[in-house]
């Protein structure tokens, strides 16, 4: 049994995105993920199966590697029957809608959904005609809220707090629901945010969202403790937003000289899949001194575990 008194029940029926959490349902989120990732050995495997007999269905309309495999590693470690759903040979590609699809695998009573979707907004609407917990596992460039948990307990464990660091968030911002769920979730907990990219990739009024915005690297990381990286989601660019790859490389890709301008002791992260020489230099991504790109992936796991626990033993006890 899980033994921190000072854990507190998680008051939603679904995991749907960052904002609205309150900075206790973050915590409860985060103690659970650091007691799954500090027992995460071998020898512990037989005692997490808190999800025994209980089914799992992995959605993903979206491909994935990372998210979708340590959704299932996760679930797989608690006990649970996962199914993964591959939309490439499903009745989707025969033109079956989302509800539909939702509706015919809610008939076979999972205890969970998480779903990956190309549309912001579509994960939540499939939660409204499903009577199991949904996680939300992606949806179009709105929220991603396990991987900012997951970099919000990388952080915690390398930094050993949130509040008040200074965290830049760099790159593709406009295409990013990662960018989005972490500003949600880093403003909750304290700590400085500070967006960087060209215009072009800057949405208009993010502002309002409680960042502070920097066309260039040099004033943007000046003192921050942590650097975010994003990928260039060419998938959902339509026009040009860069000139080249070249230069957008020289002006915002992090190379050992840009670094500089942050804390000497700045730690990298980046969600991955990494563009090397796009948004990173190749060298300094698998320097692990500075990057937590690998323990970001081993967090990712633990995070979804304690989601996992969580949505389902919620829906269990509201005996939907
Ligand atoms: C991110 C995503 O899918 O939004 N990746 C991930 O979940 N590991 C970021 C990205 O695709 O660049």
Do not use: W
Not at 203 to 218: A, D, H, R, T
Not at 240 to 248: A, D, L, T
């Amino acid at each position: 049994m899980i033994k921190n008194k000072s854990l507190k029940k998680f008051p939603h029926d679904h995991l749907l995105g960052i904002e609205g959490l309150s900075p206790p349902d973050l915590n409860y989120l985060l103690d659970l993920s650091d007691y799954f990732a500090m027992h995460l050995d071998k020898k512990n495997t037989e005692k997490f199966k808190y999800l025994k007999n209980k089914i799992c269905i992995n959605l993903f309309f979206e491909n994935s590697t990372r998210t979708r495999t340590s959704f299932e590693l996760a679930g797989k470690k608690l006990g649970a029957d996962m199914l993964n759903i591959s939309v490439a040979s499903s009745a989707i590609k025969k033109g079956e809608t989302l509800i539909d699809t939702a509706m015919t695998l809610n008939a076979m009573q999972p205890d969970v959904l998480v779903v990956r979707h190309q549309d912001a907004g579509a994960v939540k609407l499939l939660s409204e005609k499903v009577n199991c917990g949904v996680i939300n596992a992606g949806d179009g460039p709105h929220e991603h809220p396990t991987q900012a948990l997951l970099d919000a307990l990388t952080i915690k464990k390398r930094k050993g707090k949130i509040s008040g660091l200074k965290i830049a968030i760099c790159g593709d911002i406009m295409h990013s629901r990662v960018a989005r769920s972490n500003i949600h979730l880093l403003n909750t907990l304290g700590a400085e945010i500070r967006v960087i990219g060209p215009a072009t990739l800057i949405p208009k009024n993010i502002e309002s969202l409680g960042v502070k915005v920097f066309y260039e690297m040099k004033s943007g990381l000046a003192n921050v403790d942590i650097i975010i990286m994003l990928r260039l989601q060419l998938e959902r660019m339509s026009g040009s937003f860069v000139p080249s790859i070249r230069e957008y490389f020289r002006f915002y890709g992090l190379d050992r000289e840009k670094l500089k301008f942050a804390d000497a002791n700045a730690l990298i992260l980046h969600p991955g899949p990494m563009n090397r020489g796009v948004e990173i230099d190749s060298e300094l991504a698998d320097d692990l001194d500075r990057s937590a790109i690998f323990e970001q992936v081993q967090m990712g796991v633990a995070v979804r575990m304690a989601c996992l626990k969580t949505i389902v033993e919620n829906k269990a006890k509201n005996g939907k």
